[in-house]
């Protein structure tokens, strides 16, 4: 938001939690968007060759980098005039969908905006 930014690891299915440095201004207005940056890629260590051998860990190296793929959006950042805001927090979706809130309320909880179930299947094709 106004070129703020933050950042946080997280994996699959995971919470992520305190990425630093965004705050939402005092004041919504129509327009304002949230770019969202992130990678992904191959989270677990199949495969791996230690560091002994140089030649086989570059190879391993090699092929898990040919996975990662960086991906950026920009979403709206909903209307939160009126209400408390506790930074932002983001739901990433199959299909390299993101939809970001600024709610005090904890996912599950009625109040919260956000309905996507924490796991969803990626299907075999996304819409356009």
């Known amino acids: 938001v106004d070129g703020q930014s933050g950042i946080d690891i997280i994996g699959p299915y995971q919470g992520g939690g305190g990425g630093c440095c965004y705050s939402t201004p005092a004041k919504w207005r129509p327009g304002m968007t949230v770019r969202i940056d992130w990678e992904t890629g191959v989270g677990d260590m199949d495969g791996f060759p230690g560091f002994a051998d140089r030649k086989k ?3 391993w190296e090699k092929k898990m980098s040919a996975q990662t793929r960086q991906h950026s959006k920009t979403v709206p950042l909903p209307d939160y005039n009126g209400q408390d805001t506790c930074g932002i ?13 600024t709610s005090c309320y ?8 956000i309905k996507e179930p924490l796991r969803m299947k990626e299907p075999k094709v996304c819409p356009k």
Request: overall charge neutral; glycine content about 4%; some cysteine.
């Open 57 to 59: 860990y570059k190879s």
């Open 89 to 101: 927090t983001v739901h990433f979706l199959p299909c390299d969908e993101v939809k970001v809130t």
């Open 106 to 113: 904890t996912y599950g909880s009625p109040a919260y905006p």
